[in-house]
């Protein structure tokens, strides 16, 4: 009988032999790749917050999921600081960013409905899609008037029920926004429900850190998701949307109803750092500052235009070159990954340059010289 591994060998040494294998490595070096950015998931104030939150006996574990014995205070208290915080109408807890989309998108949309989604987005949004009763289609990256002429064809040709519009409002690869109040009008255009991941503008991004979408949120048509993993600093994902959507999830959402919930103490420490974000304007500040930095130093050593935010990609092409880049930085001490296709298209593996608190701009100028050299041919 032929090995039971050896398709699995074999689908490996494939991706190997297209310098596409993954490979778990340690963190070290100095941090241009997590999305820490605010630096608060290794701060002080954040230990602190967990420290008192034991103290005070708030369990590690929920014990079960929401829906028995798993629901508590510091669920409740978190959803109702995250409601008012984001100015929604109510907030629902996940265990993570890629859960949330996931639920949403293959929960809220119903049979009759279609989902628009722009082709960039998540892989998280597309494990939803497929779960979906809704079939779905992709719209060119930040396109909103393809994104319109798209639900009128499926009008014209007979679509009956709701239009959904899933997209980031900062895309993790690329570091660009979407173009939000253009959505936005072609979502009430045609009665359409608006889902914002805000992954990577929560924190950052907006008055207070309340992202890009702050300006739309407690419409009953927007559904936005605050990923709490990356400026947070903790983890989970806290979904803002209506009641009636929200009592919808407690009931269908298969993803939150046979889950065991979210750690309470988890839970306590990102209602801390909700406070630490709605204060923080003096670290946005700081951020700014670096991305406006590592920005001006890309364009004049490396010719990289700049993406204007904390996600900077440097964009190579093949494969190989990207991951030979990313080896020789880590060489001299840089934490920087390489990313390739398929989380990019084909022809674009890239170096993913994230810019955080945990370095300083000296380290950031020193960075930028270091990459120009490895570039230089």
């Known amino acids: ?126 494990d939803g899609m497929r779960l979906s009763r809704a079939p779905s289609q992709a719209f060119p990256h930040n396109d909103a008037n393809a994104l319109e002429a798209s639900i009128r064809d499926w009008r014209s040709a007979g679509g009956v029920g709701r239009p959904w519009i899933a997209v980031e409002s900062l895309y993790s690869m690329d570091g660009d926004m979407a173009p939000l109040d253009d959505l936005m009008d072609v979502a009430l255009r045609h009665e359409a429900f608006l889902l914002i991941d805000e992954a990577h503008a929560t924190g950052v991004m907006g008055p207070g850190g309340r992202g890009l979408a702050a300006r739309f949120e407690g419409r009953e048509n927007v559904i936005s998701v605050h990923t709490c993993g990356k400026a ?29 919930a979210p750690s309470p103490l988890v839970a306590a420490c990102v209602r801390a750092s909700l406070k630490l974000c709605e204060a923080g304007d003096d670290r946005r ?46 060489a001299k001490g840089y934490d920087i990954r390489a990313i390739r296709p398929p989380t990019v298209p084909e022809g674009t593996a890239r170096l993913r340059l994230s810019l955080t608190l945990n370095v300083d701009e000296a380290q950031i100028a020193r960075m930028v010289a270091d990459l120009s050299e490895a570039l230089s041919p």
């Open 232 to 260: 947070l600093g903790v983890s989970g994902a806290l979904v803002c949307l209506a009641r009636p959507l929200r009592a919808f999830l407690v009931n269908r959402c298969r993803n939150f109803i046979f889950a065991t």
């Open 1 to 126: 009988m032929a090995s039971l591994l050896e398709r699995y060998r074999a689908d490996l040494a494939g991706l190997a032999a297209r310098d596409r294998l993954r490979a778990l490595a340690p963190r070290a070096g100095l941090d241009f790749a997590s999305n820490d950015y605010l630096g608060l998931a290794e701060s002080a104030d954040l230990a602190a917050a967990a420290a008192a939150a034991l103290a005070r006996g708030v369990p590690a574990g929920a014990g079960g999921s929401r829906l028995l014995r798993g629901n508590h205070p510091e669920h409740e208290d978190l959803e109702c600081e995250a409601a008012r915080f984001f100015h929604a109408e109510s907030a629902l807890f996940f265990g993570a960013g890629f859960s949330a989309n996931e639920a949403l998108l293959s929960t809220l949309p119903q049979r009759s409905d279609r989902i628009f989604h722009d082709a960039l987005i998540h892989a998280s949004a597309h």
């Open 285 to 330: 500040a700081a951020l700014q500052a670096r991305v406006g930095l590592a920005g001006r130093e890309l364009q004049r050593l490396c010719g990289v235009a700049p993406s204007g935010t904390q996600v900077q990609p440097v964009i190579v092409g093949a494969d190989a070159r990207a991951m030979s880049l990313a080896a020789a930085m880590r």
